[in-house]
């Protein structure tokens, strides 16, 4: 059906509407259902989101056919006070930032398992 939802503990750094927003900046043309993939929520989660951030001016959406294309404003002023006067296209430069410093990591290979013989003869 919708995104898979998994249950989480404890708190995380950032908040639905931050990780939604951020998908959608990556893919202007992402399906909702991709969206909730991505970002482990239900598709009526994502469509709330969406609808939060609309409401509030911070994405605009067009119809493509029978896709939707996104516009997100980037001059929209973050909501907190504690973020006064910053425009979310900074948050997003920051998260994107991010984004390509993981991909350009190069990968290790996890280390061979050891053999219960191996350890034996070492010691």
Not at 74 to 93: F, K, Q, Y
Request: one cysteine or more; charged letters at 30%.
């Amino acid at each position: 059906m919708g995104g898979v939802s998994e249950t989480h503990a404890g708190w995380t750094f950032l908040t639905s509407h931050a990780r939604v927003l951020a998908t959608i900046a990556e893919d202007h043309r992402i399906r909702i259902r991709d969206i909730a993939a991505r970002c482990r929520l239900t598709e009526r989660a994502v469509q709330k989101i969406i609808s939060d951030l609309e409401e509030d001016g911070y994405l605009t959406h067009t119809r493509e056919g029978r896709t939707n294309a996104y516009r997100i404003e980037p001059g929209t002023i973050l909501r907190h006070p504690a973020e006064a006067g910053m425009p979310v296209e900074a948050l997003l430069s920051v998260l994107a930032r991010h984004d390509a410093q993981r991909d350009e990591r190069p990968r290790r290979s996890p280390p061979a398992p050891r053999r219960a013989r191996d350890s034996e003869s070492a010691g």
